[in-house]
């Protein structure tokens, strides 16, 4: 069986304040300078305040009850901190002229049509030239026909459950609106379902745990809470603030407060989105899985690899996705290896691990020039070590230190600084060989990992992984074996993946099979990975994989608009994006599971 087939049968194996009285809302606009304006909001001492908020709350559907107690929240903090607060509901309050009194809008449970073409037009120039604007709850509810503010407010309502209390991660506890709360906030409230989900053009501060209570329907990666740029200025919103009780909640009025200062551009906050390519150093626990084995003509000389199956590129391959980048040659090291590498550190990841099938073969002949496109980008490069015809321990023991000797002095090689700075070697299909005495030669050095959970034969390994990219859905023997080299001060690096198909690699297999599921598939492996009762909390995560396209397990983008005729999927729906917006879907999505990841680690 070729090195090829044999890779594509892998997969088988958040003190109480008493409201007394419902509060009277303006209903005429503030005139006049917005401080003279609203000086009652601060007992008379305008001159003691610093800036100015301007806060609507008209309704034209559901109309909050809270709304009262959300006002007299802000009116407390800006007594408090020395801003003004003028409330009102009426839209007039929006125009040029006005706005340019204040500091920050917010937007109080708003819902449904709130302002005419001018007054939409007066707040997007508002926003846009360098004012803030924070939206509570029900601000999502809102505009539905003005897609700027759509953007403004990063995402709209589409349901929710009954009241429920559930657990808020706290993503990101740096932020003047989350940096009094711990990593996990317990509290009760609504709990908004999103049209879509932000992430890719939000930073998200808060997230749900959607396992922590009944109708969540964002598939697992449910932003609560983010922040981001809107022109010069400033956007803040959180789907917290259904109950008036949260209004007399010390942590969420300081939450407010955080953000209100946020927007008037009194504090500052890293709001750049989450994902897209930021210079941030990926996790050096979390690895994926990356494949040198494409070749084209224009730099191969031949077609090598996209044949698989019997297929005839360039339109017409071997895989069930059709890569964006088209099909690529490995040894395009400006082209196609440069665009991985800034697509690795998109995703959240800092490591690869590099398929390796023996010193002089192709992938040894690439691995300087991967490694260099790696380093540009900040990226690391661990071994995948492959089955080739004769592979011994002894001759893998050879390897190591082959590689070792020859990359080693690499910026881009990579070494673990929490297990002794040692370089790391994942070897596939272990269990071929029954004997690896021949491995403590080297393991003092390197860490080598050995795919399985059975920790019977894992004798002379420095840990374990599991590649398959079905397993991680059920996990079997996953605990077992992370309880295991946890307890003998070993590694264990379970492996997760987004799905698995290769019909069209191996034309009529149609099992073993993993669908996608719009991403459901990717985040239950992840949750089992980080669940330490299923997982076995595991030192690294690694992912199956970057572009292994035969075995569709692929978190590189794929195509939208694939060569008509051929029956490619593509990610459409993943995660609720669709058209090219859905072909970074995986990347984002590792992004925001390496987060939560490293959340948990620093935990521990």
Known sequence: MSRALRRLRRAPAVLALALTAALAVPVTAPTGSARAASARDTGGRADAASYDVLVFSKTAGFRHDS???????????GREQGFTVTATEDATAFSQGNLSGYEAVVFLSTTGDVLNSAQQGALQSYVDSGGGYVGVHAAADTEYDWPYYGQLVGAWFKSHPAIQKATVVNEDRTHPATSHLGATWARTDEWYNYRANPRSNVHVLQSLDESTYSGGEMAGDHPITWCHAQGKGRSFYTGLGHTAESYADPAFRTLLLGAVRYAAGQAPGDCAPDTGGGTAEGSQNVHLFYYPWYGSPAVNGSWRHWPQGGHTPPDDIGADYYPAL???????????VAQHMKEVRRSGAGVIVYSWWGRGGSEDQLAKGVLDAAAAEGVKVAWHLEPYSGRTAASTVSDIKYINDTYSSHPAFYRSAEHGDRPAFYVFESLRITDWTALDEVTDSSIVLAQTTDTTKI?????????????????????????????????WAPSVAPGYIDDRAVPGNTTPTLDRAGGAAYDKQWNNALDPAIGGSPAWVSVTSFNEWHEGSSIEPADSSPPAGHGYLTFEGAYGKTGEAAENAYLDRTAYWVQRYEGRRSQD
């Open 67 to 77: 709304i009262p107690a959300g006002i007299e929240a802000l009116r407390r903090l």
């Open 326 to 336: 088209g099909p690529y040659d490995s040894g395009d090291m400006r082209g196609a």
């Open 459 to 491: 004798a002379h390994f420095s840990g374990m992984y599991t590649y398959d990219g079905i397993a991680g859905a059920t996990a079997p023997g996953w605990k077992q074996a992370g309880d295991y080299a946890r307890a003998h001060d070993l590694i």
